[in-house]
């Protein structure tokens, strides 16, 4: 019996083996992506998907990718689905798709008024793709973005990645991945923020070191090197669409309002002297609370450690200049935070920095009793902003 | 008589050859003894005349010491012979029992025994009108001196290996547990080569059962010659065609001790200096006497190093091609658009690469073990550079591939003692992960669990006290040493391990 | 050599359990908030209590499985019950197949043709039954470790990741789905058929597998729903497969993610699932034909196995209806609770004698 079992298993696997039932694709006939834009043309009822896919350029025939390329190409794909387009992208590209190493997903203008989800669920719900990606909107067209390449790092989207990551631990930003994003959509408002990319075609001078990137079509070769990218503010969603456009301001108040900011500096003028503090170790706490009508508010309450990065000529014991100068930070932080909260709660109408998820921890039964109308109650309570900085906390004598 | 006389054609000559009894007549003795073994130059038959009886010395070449032959025999017999025998038994028996010729004397009744006893180094006397004859040990045989194994090296160990000569063995086992429960009994096996065999084990730790399991194993090997231990190895396996050993071997006595003392059964065999030990676990690959000499941190660390070593050597390359094929994804990104980079230009697909490479490392491997030295060099420097190096810059292989073949090839080598299984396991892994990726990956590996999980060697479970689990026994003594002053505490047997229990009570029920 | 220890099968039915946790529960049925902490804490104490005619048969029969008590009682009958117990297994066995064939294509090879997906399967299971449960079970030991240092490396990766703020108290606000997940929990409880026929193999009290298996499962299960819902909060209830999407978040210094690590060690535990399924019938047939060797039954049910997912996997339509017929846990309760209730009270016990030969 031992024998025929193990006979039985041995034909099994070879005959499954040698009938060739698995099929691959090779390594080498892969498209790697590296960023994918996607836009929808409304004129003609198509999606467009433009991605640059990885493509070395060998440093001294040993196969070692030379880092001062961009090592992309591009290919375009147009379809009435996103499916559609990708598999199109595919076919003129000659190579099969590999969604794993994309790191960046670029959404067209257009395509922000439609459902976001339904765009994101299509390469997170593909196993192979990554859901640790960065998604961002653009200002116009995701393919014109695209188009630009850097000559930084392993390949071209690297420079855009860090810009993102840059700019969110300086916190003028929120950078989420696609997979936080899908979180944010799925609350009952549907809302969620994307930060907004934009071609900039400002000159650089000489001190700074160029971040400009080649372009893509011909033409005058000096005035496209100086073709960059930069962030401009955000897109707000709410309902799953596009519900307005915030600015880099607005940006950094709803770094505060959804406890994301690690550290902010402000700058205070006092008479002649310009202080700096930086805001760092920030805590938000969001708690919904009625009033003696019984009417909800949240009371947003900011606490954080200051720092006196730049001293201004304030001498350690001159307490009272100490505390003018915070209060100042604090009123500017308190201001940013307003208008953030203005901006997004009013002219967006969208709840991106969690008071439905801080409604629905302090009182469940409340949220499941008015969840038909919960973004009107959400949107119409007011918020009550209190930033308080503890600049004593290290101690003045730190810088 | 002469009927008798053995036909060598047979298999089995042990049988014929007993039946033949000494008789009184010296002449006809050594005729029948001649015939049996052919009129071999080896056997030297010297007479001699002593008190006036006819006598004979019936020796081996080159197996006796021939100054202890002059100086305990010859000289004795002919200076001072025994004085008032009045016939040749007499004789004999006063030579037998009354003078100290040597420590090792017995009498022997039959030719084969007389044969066994004059190949196996002793000086065999007969006499004429007596059916006996006296052997007399004076082993003088030339063998190679103690020297340091030359496997199983260790830095702070003991220097001492076995040798092939069974006796030094035994008095090596003997001069490091000097118990008086650490019983040597000798068996002779092989029907044709007589090997002289010797299991070692302490009466009060090892399993009665499983030393009479061993012993009735050793009597029914139906084998004619055994030139080296490991022909035994797989008749005493519970589980065979078994991939990996059950039986473990050892040229070091240290080591043979320390897992006596652990109720194991040790066999030294005649004319190798490879001992079995049994039964083993499958961690036991992973240990060396080095790491209960050094700190129990540093052993813990080399023990998982070397498991580490072995996970390696085994999926790697198998993985490599799963990955590349059907889930690159899980590479890191800089590392997958390096390999990327690399496979572009070559010319077989990972699969074949990895098949090809690998085939040519065991080849280099085969080829530079037997060959002498000198050429030995050549051999290197031809796999070293003509096929790592040109391969790769001619664009035939890509260098991933390379690196991970002489990569796995290096970690096999951290486990010598799984070599061989190592060698046909990375063999199906790279074509399981070429045929089926990560699936046909986890199914072999399952297969292997499965079978792995399913051995009993003597009753103990193979892949003990890892499963079934004992958390007692794995924090021992497995990955993790503790302490000599921690394992003096407490003593812990095969005996003791969980899953050997219940096998008693199934056995017994 | 299929006696095992209680504690041995209790890491068989982890193993086991956590791949039908992870991955052959219904997406929809995982979701976000405070009801699946409520409806796993619910459906384990519902399990337990499914359990007390299985573990009451255990005591009054001394060790013997519902079959032997039954055919003690008269041959035909045991013979029958034995049949319709066989027949809920087959299925049982049949759903698990396809819904790991199904798993692996959906994450490890996309067009792995429905053959060689199962086969293989099947063939590393009865491979594993032919083995013995020893060898099964020893291997799950492998299986739950390997399990359980995923979900720690899962958990250290994860650790900045996880957002507490989408925890909020107990609330239960939807009782329909409450039902639902209770209700498709208990469907899942195939070990309930396993214990029902190697509670006779066990050295020690067969008892003790099912109170600490249920202990452990329902601890790890709330585990890794917390780490769901801190992870993912409302995005959650839109995922298929949490788990395998939470690893591939997972970065760790050597693989970029760990979703393929992840497969892997499902899929090991849920071919030990198999492996346990495939050794209950082979009991079955043992019991029932008083025979010493199942090899050749098992060679004949591994390829009815086989023919009936080629047969149902061919076409979603039967997969679901199957997979509905399961789900509403009546076959299940009829083959771990009501049989094993029947022969309960009809069932006899083994004449002292006899006992007593088989101790000794």
Same mark, same amino acid.
């Given at each position: 019996?031992?024998?025929i079992?193990i *006979?039985?298993?041995?034909?099994?696997?070879?005959?499954?083996?040698?009938?060739?039932?698995?099929?691959?694709?090779?390594?080498?006939?892969?498209?790697?992506v590296? *960023?994918?834009?996607?836009?929808?043309?409304?004129?003609?009822?198509?999606?467009?998907?433009?991605?640059?896919?990885?493509?070395?350029?060998?440093?001294?025939?040993?196969?070692?990718?030379? %880092?001062?390329?961009?090592?992309?190409?591009?290919?375009?794909?147009?379809?009435?689905?996103?499916?559609?387009?990708?598999k199109?992208?595919?076919i003129?590209?000659?190579?099969?798709?590999?969604?794993?190493?994309?790191?960046?997903?670029?959404?067209?203008?257009e395509?922000?008024?439609?459902?976001?989800?339904?765009?994101?669920?299509?390469?997170?719900?593909?196993?192979?793709?990554?859901?640790?990606?960065?998604?961002?909107?653009?200002?116009?067209?995701?393919?014109?973005?695209?188009?630009?390449?850097?000559?930084?790092?392993?390949?071209?989207?690297?420079?855009?990645?860090?810009?993102?990551?840059?700019?969110?631990?300086e916190?003028?930003t929120v950078?989420?991945?696609?997979?936080?994003?899908?979180?944010?959509?799925?609350?009952?408002?549907?809302?969620?923020?994307?930060?907004?990319?934009?071609i900039?075609?400002?000159?650089?001078?000489?001190?700074?070191?160029?971040?400009?990137?080649e372009?893509?079509?011909?033409?005058e070769?000096?005035? /496209?090197?100086?073709k960059?990218?930069?962030?401009?503010?955000?897109?707000?969603?709410?309902?799953?669409?596009?519900?307005?456009?915030?600015?880099? /301001?607005?940006?950094?108040?709803?770094?505060?309002?959804?406890?994301r900011?690690?550290?902010?500096?402000?700058?205070?003028?006092d008479?002649?002297?310009r202080?700096?503090?930086?805001f760092?170790?920030?805590?938000?706490?969001?708690?919904?609370?009625?009033?003696?009508?019984?009417?909800?508010?949240?009371?947003?309450?900011?606490? *954080?450690?200051?720092?006196?990065?730049e001293?201004?000529?304030?001498?350690?014991t001159?307490?009272?200049?100490i505390?003018?100068?915070?209060?100042?930070a /604090?009123?500017?932080?308190?201001?940013?935070?307003?208008?953030?909260?203005?901006?997004?709660? /009013?002219?967006?109408?969208?709840?991106?920095?969690?008071?439905?998820?801080?409604?629905?921890?302090?009182?469940?039964?409340?949220?499941?009793?008015?969840?038909?109308?919960?973004?009107?109650?959400?949107l119409?309570?007011?918020?009550?902003i %209190?930033? %308080?900085?503890?600049t004593?906390?290290?101690?003045?004598?730190?810088? | 008589?002469k009927?008798?006389?053995?036909?060598?054609?047979?298999k089995s000559?042990?049988?014929?050859?007993?039946?033949?009894?000494?008789?009184?007549?010296?002449?006809?003795?050594?005729? $029948?003894?001649?015939?049996?073994?052919?009129? +071999?130059?080896?056997?030297?038959?010297?007479?001699?005349v002593?008190?006036?009886r006819?006598?004979?010395?019936?020796?081996?070449e080159?197996m006796?010491d021939?100054?202890?032959?002059?100086?305990?025999?010859?000289?004795?017999?002919?200076?001072?012979?025994?004085?008032?025998?009045?016939?040749?038994?007499?004789?004999?028996?006063?030579?037998?029992?009354?003078?100290?010729?040597?420590?090792?004397?017995?009498q @022997?009744?039959?030719?084969?025994?007389?044969?066994?006893?004059a190949?196996?180094?002793?000086?065999?006397?007969?006499c004429?009108?007596?059916?006996?004859a006296?052997?007399?040990?004076?082993?003088?045989?030339?063998?190679?001196?103690?020297?340091e194994p030359?496997?199983?090296?260790?830095?702070?160990?003991?220097?001492?290996?076995?040798?092939?000569?069974?006796?030094?063995?035994?008095?090596?086992?003997?001069?490091?547990?000097?118990?008086?429960?650490?019983?040597?009994?000798?068996?002779?096996?092989?029907?044709?080569?007589?090997?002289?065999?010797?299991?070692?084990?302490?009466?009060?730790?090892a399993?009665?059962?499983?030393?009479?399991?061993?012993?009735?194993?050793?009597? $029914?090997i139906?084998?004619?010659?055994?030139l080296?231990?490991?022909?035994l190895?797989?008749?005493?396996?519970?589980?065979?065609?078994?991939?990996?050993?059950?039986?473990?071997?050892?040229?070091?006595?240290?080591?043979?001790?320390?897992?006596?003392?652990?109720?194991?059964?040790?066999?030294?065999?005649?004319?190798?200096?490879?001992?079995?030990?049994?039964?083993?676990?499958?961690?036991?690959?992973?240990?060396?006497?080095?790491d209960?000499?050094?700190?129990?941190?540093? +052993?813990?660390?080399m023990?998982?190093?070397?498991?580490?070593?072995?996970?390696?050597?085994?999926?790697?390359?198998?993985?490599?091609?799963?990955?590349?094929?059907? $889930?690159?994804?899980?590479?890191?990104?800089?590392?997958?658009?390096?390999?990327?980079s690399?496979?572009?230009?070559?010319?077989?697909?990972?699969?074949?690469?990895?098949?090809?490479?690998?085939?040519? !490392?065991?080849?280099?491997?085969?080829?530079?073990?037997?060959?002498?030295k000198?050429?030995?060099?050549?051999?290197?420097?031809?796999?070293?550079?003509?096929?790592?190096?040109?391969?790769?810059?001619a664009?035939?292989?890509?260098?991933?591939?390379?690196?991970?073949?002489? #990569?796995?090839?290096?970690?096999?080598?951290?486990?010598?003692? @799984? !070599?061989?299984?190592?060698?046909?396991?990375?063999?199906v892994?790279i074509?399981?992960?070429?045929i089926?990726?990560?699936?046909?990956i986890?199914?072999?590996?399952?297969l292997?669990?499965?079978?792995?999980?399913?051995?009993? #060697?003597?009753?103990?479970?193979?892949?003990?006290?890892?499963?079934?689990?004992?958390?007692?026994?794995?924090?021992?003594?497995?990955?993790?040493?503790?302490?000599?002053?921690?394992l003096?505490?407490?003593?812990?047997?095969?005996?003791?391990?969980?899953?050997? #229990?219940?096998r008693?009570t199934?056995?017994?029920? | 050599?299929?006696?095992?220890?209680?504690?041995?099968?209790?890491?068989?039915?982890?193993?086991?359990r956590?791949?039908?946790?992870?991955?052959m529960?219904?997406?929809?049925?995982?979701r976000?908030?405070?009801?699946?902490?409520?409806?796993?804490?619910?459906?384990?104490?519902?399990?337990l209590?499914?359990?007390?005619?299985?573990?009451?048969?255990?005591?009054?029969?001394?060790?013997?499985?519902?079959?032997?008590a039954?055919?003690?009682?008269?041959?035909?009958?045991?013979?029958?019950?034995?049949?319709?117990?066989?027949?809920?297994?087959?299925?049982v066995?049949?759903?698990?197949?396809l819904?790991?064939?199904?798993?692996?294509?959906?994450?490890?090879?996309?067009?792995?043709?429905?053959?060689?997906?199962?086969?293989?399967?099947i063939?590393?299971?009865?491979?594993?039954?032919?083995?013995?449960?020893?060898?099964?079970?020893?291997?799950?030991?492998?299986?739950?470790?390997?399990?359980?240092?995923?979900?720690?490396?899962?958990?250290?990766?994860?650790?900045d990741?996880?957002d507490?703020?989408?925890?909020?108290?107990?609330?239960?606000d939807?009782g329909?789905?409450?039902?639902?997940?209770?209700?498709?929990e208990?469907?899942?409880?195939?070990?309930?058929?396993?214990?029902?026929?190697?509670?006779?193999?066990?050295?020690?009290?067969?008892?003790?597998?099912?109170?600490?298996?249920?202990?452990?499962?329902?601890?790890?299960?709330?585990?890794?729903?917390?780490?769901?819902?801190?992870?993912?909060?409302?995005?959650?209830?839109?995922?298929e497969?949490?788990?395998?999407?939470?690893?591939?978040?997972?970065?760790?210094?050597?693989?970029?993610?760990?979703?393929?690590?992840?497969?892997?060690?499902?899929?090991?535990c849920?071919?030990?699932?198999?492996?346990?399924?495939?050794?209950?019938?082979?009991?079955?047939?043992?019991?029932?034909?008083?025979?010493?060797?199942?090899?050749?039954?098992?060679?004949?049910?591994?390829?009815?196995?086989?023919?009936?997912?080629?047969?149902?996997?061919?076409?979603?339509?039967?997969?679901?209806?199957?997979?509905?017929?399961?789900?509403?846990?009546?076959?299940?309760?009829?083959?771990?609770?009501?049989?094993?209730?029947i022969?309960?009270?009809?069932?006899?016990?083994?004449p002292?004698?006899?006992?007593?030969n088989?101790?000794?």
């Amino acid at each position: 019996m031992k024998k025929i079992s193990i *006979a039985f298993i041995l034909s099994l696997v070879l005959s499954l083996s040698l009938s060739g039932c698995v099929r691959y694709v090779e390594l080498s006939d892969r498209a790697i992506v590296q *960023a994918l834009g996607i836009d929808y043309i409304p004129d003609r009822n198509i999606y467009r998907i433009s991605m640059q896919y990885f493509s070395q350029t060998s440093e001294g025939g040993q196969n070692q990718i030379d %880092k001062t390329q961009p090592n992309v190409l591009k290919s375009v794909g147009e379809g009435d689905s996103i499916l559609t387009a990708a598999k199109n992208a595919s076919i003129l590209s000659g190579k099969d798709l590999l969604l794993s190493e994309n790191r960046l997903i670029i959404i067209g203008s257009e395509l922000c008024n439609e459902d976001l989800s339904k765009t994101l669920q299509f390469f997170i719900s593909n196993y192979h793709s990554h859901p640790k990606t960065y998604v961002c909107g653009a200002e116009n067209t995701a393919e014109e973005l695209i188009d630009i390449r850097f000559k930084e790092g392993y390949v071209s989207s690297q420079r855009l990645i860090n810009l993102i990551e840059n700019a969110s631990s300086e916190g003028h930003t929120v950078a989420d991945y696609a997979y936080q994003i899908m979180s944010s959509l799925c609350n009952s408002t549907g809302s969620a923020y994307l930060p907004r990319l934009k071609i900039s075609e400002q000159k650089t001078d000489g001190t700074v070191p160029k971040e400009s990137g080649e372009g893509q079509k011909g033409g005058e070769e000096e005035q /496209e090197a100086e073709k960059t990218i930069v962030l401009d503010g955000g897109v707000v969603f709410s309902d799953k669409r596009k519900s307005g456009v915030i600015d880099s /301001e607005s940006c950094v108040g709803l770094q505060f309002l959804s406890n994301r900011m690690a550290e902010y500096s402000v700058t205070v003028k006092d008479n002649d002297n310009r202080s700096t503090i930086t805001f760092f170790s920030v805590r938000t706490a969001i708690t919904p609370k009625f009033n003696e009508k019984s009417e909800l508010y949240f009371d947003i309450s900011v606490t *954080a450690d200051g720092r006196f990065d730049e001293r201004g000529g304030i001498s350690e014991t001159d307490t009272a200049r100490i505390m003018a100068v915070k209060s100042k930070a /604090e009123q500017e932080v308190t201001a940013l935070m307003e208008k953030a909260a203005t901006d997004i709660r /009013e002219n967006c109408r969208s709840d991106i920095f969690g008071l439905e998820k801080a409604l629905r921890h302090h009182y469940p039964g409340f949220v499941a009793r008015n969840k038909d109308n919960i973004t009107d109650i959400l949107l119409s309570a007011p918020c009550i902003i %209190k930033v %308080k900085c503890n600049t004593f906390s290290l101690g003045l004598e730190s810088y | 008589m002469k009927e008798k006389i053995p036909d060598f054609s047979e298999k089995s000559v042990g049988n014929i050859l007993k039946d033949i009894k000494l008789s009184a007549s010296l002449e006809e003795n050594c005729v $029948n003894i001649r015939a049996m073994i052919n009129n +071999s130059t080896d056997l030297i038959i010297k007479p001699a005349v002593i008190e006036g009886r006819k006598i004979v010395f019936i020796t081996c070449e080159g197996m006796i010491d021939k100054m202890k032959l002059a100086d305990l025999i010859y000289r004795p017999l002919t200076e001072n012979p025994p004085k008032d025998c009045h016939t040749a038994k007499e004789l004999f028996d006063k030579i037998a029992s009354t003078m100290l010729i040597a420590e090792e004397q017995r009498q @022997l009744y039959s030719c084969d025994e007389v044969l066994q006893a004059a190949m196996s180094g002793f000086a065999v006397m007969l006499c004429d009108e007596v059916n006996y004859a006296i052997a007399i040990g004076i082993q003088g045989f030339s063998f190679r001196g103690i020297d340091e194994p030359s496997t199983h090296i260790n830095l702070r160990a003991s220097r001492e290996g076995f040798i092939e000569v069974i006796r030094i063995n035994i008095s090596m086992v003997r001069r490091r547990m000097k118990s008086p429960t650490l019983k040597t009994e000798l068996m002779k096996v092989g029907e044709r080569s007589n090997t002289d065999i010797c299991i070692c084990y302490l009466t009060d730790r090892a399993d009665y059962k499983t030393v009479n399991a061993v012993k009735d194993k050793l009597k $029914n090997i139906p084998l004619n010659t055994i030139l080296s231990s490991e022909f035994l190895q797989s008749f005493l396996e519970e589980d065979t065609p078994g991939l990996f050993p059950q039986v473990m071997t050892s040229e070091r006595p240290d080591v043979f001790v320390s897992k006596l003392y652990e109720g194991r059964i040790g066999i030294i065999v005649d004319g190798t200096p490879f001992a079995l030990i049994l039964p083993t676990l499958f961690i036991e690959n992973f240990h060396t006497m080095d790491d209960y000499t050094h700190k129990p941190y540093f +052993s813990a660390f080399m023990r998982i190093l070397r498991f580490t070593a072995f996970i390696l050597a085994v999926i790697l390359p198998g993985l490599y091609v799963a990955l590349c094929n059907f $889930n690159p994804e899980m590479l890191r990104s800089s590392l997958l658009l390096n390999i990327y980079s690399s496979v572009q230009t070559t010319a077989f697909p990972v699969f074949g690469e990895c098949l090809i490479m690998y085939s040519l !490392y065991e080849i280099m491997r085969e080829a530079g073990l037997r060959l002498p030295k000198s050429v030995g060099h050549a051999v290197s420097i031809v796999g070293g550079l003509v096929i790592g190096e040109i391969t790769v810059s001619a664009g035939l292989m890509s260098a991933p591939v390379v690196l991970i073949i002489a #990569a796995t090839g290096l970690c096999s080598f951290a486990v010598p003692d @799984l !070599y061989e299984s190592l060698m046909i396991m990375r063999l199906v892994f790279i074509l399981a992960g070429g045929i089926f990726g990560l699936f046909g990956i986890t199914v072999v590996g399952t297969l292997l669990l499965f079978r792995l999980c399913s051995k009993n #060697a003597y009753g103990v479970p193979y892949m003990a006290p890892f499963a079934p689990f004992t958390l007692k026994s794995i924090l021992r003594d497995t990955f993790v040493r503790i302490s000599w002053r921690n394992l003096s505490r407490s003593d812990v047997t095969l005996s003791q391990l969980s899953g050997r #229990a219940k096998r008693k009570t199934e056995k017994e029920n | 050599m299929n006696r095992i220890s209680s504690k041995q099968l209790t890491l068989a039915f982890i193993a086991s359990r956590l791949t039908t946790e992870m991955i052959m529960i219904p997406g929809e049925l995982i979701r976000y908030g405070s009801e699946r902490f409520v409806a796993i804490l619910v459906a384990k104490l519902s399990v337990l209590l499914l359990y007390l005619p299985l573990l009451l048969l255990t005591i009054k029969f001394k060790g013997d499985n519902f079959l032997t008590a039954a055919i003690r009682k008269n041959r035909i009958y045991g013979i029958i019950l034995g049949v319709l117990f066989g027949v809920v297994l087959l299925s049982v066995t049949v759903n698990s197949v396809l819904n790991l064939q199904l798993y692996i294509t959906d994450t490890l090879i996309g067009e792995l043709l429905l053959i060689s997906g199962t086969a293989l399967i099947i063939a590393v299971s009865l491979y594993g039954a032919m083995k013995g449960a020893s060898a099964i079970t020893r291997t799950a030991v492998f299986g739950t470790a390997i399990f359980a240092f995923l979900i720690l490396l899962i958990f250290i990766t994860m650790a900045d990741k996880l957002d507490f703020s989408y925890l909020y108290p107990m609330y239960i606000d939807d009782g329909n789905y409450l039902f639902r997940a209770v209700i498709s929990e208990i469907s899942c409880n195939s070990e309930m058929l396993v214990f029902a026929v190697l509670c006779s193999n066990i050295t020690d009290k067969p008892n003790r597998a099912v109170y600490y298996s249920l202990a452990v499962i329902f601890v790890v299960l709330e585990v890794v729903n917390l780490l769901y819902n801190l992870v993912f909060g409302p995005y959650l209830n839109e995922l298929e497969y949490p788990l395998y999407v939470i690893s591939s978040l997972s970065d760790v210094v050597v693989f970029q993610r760990l979703d393929g690590i992840d497969a892997i060690v499902w899929l090991l535990c849920g071919i030990i699932k198999i492996s346990l399924l495939f050794t209950s019938a082979g009991e079955l047939y043992k019991t029932s034909s008083g025979k010493r060797k199942k090899g050749w039954f098992l060679a004949i049910y591994g390829t009815l196995t086989l023919i009936l997912c080629m047969l149902i996997g061919s076409d979603r339509r039967y997969y679901d209806t199957l997979q509905s017929i399961l789900h509403t846990a009546f076959p299940l309760v009829f083959a771990g609770v009501v049989i094993p209730l029947i022969v309960l009270f009809t069932g006899k016990k083994a004449p002292r004698k006899e006992k007593e030969n088989e101790e000794n």
